[in-house]
């Protein structure tokens, strides 16, 4: 299954270049429930209500996944990485969900995350 970053499911949301790759991989997608506080407080910001949120990522078909103490763990230690300190805790979390996906693959418009030597297949939006 595809892990989604933030940054795909805001490309979704706000029909940026890159919504017709994220379409694609869904439904079946994931995203972790810390990507989801992300999202939330992206549109926040911008002063959209997400009240609906959770449930049009339902209805398109993504599960919303709990961060458990092994993807804790996973993404304090992912800072490790050789530039790991550039990753924020959502992108960590995300890439932490994917590790335990199968296949571990993840969906992201961040470009940086290509160049990681990461445990799993990194497939960009645009």
Known sequence: ???????????????EPGVD???D???GSLLSAANLAEV??????????????RGLLAAAG??????TAEDAELAGALRALEGGR???????CCL???????PPVVLTADRFWAGLDLPVTVRLTR
């Open 1 to 15: 299954m595809t892990v989604l970053d933030a940054s795909a499911v805001l490309a979704l949301l706000q029909d």
């Open 21 to 23: 790759v994220v379409a």
């Open 25 to 27: 991989s869904l439904p």
């Open 40 to 53: 939330i407080g992206k549109l926040t910001d911008a002063g959209v209500h997400a009240g609906s949120l």
């Open 62 to 67: 993504v599960r919303v996944i709990p961060l």
């Open 86 to 92: 550039e990753l924020s805790l959502g992108d960590r």
């Open 96 to 102: 932490s969900l994917a590790v335990r996906s199968d």
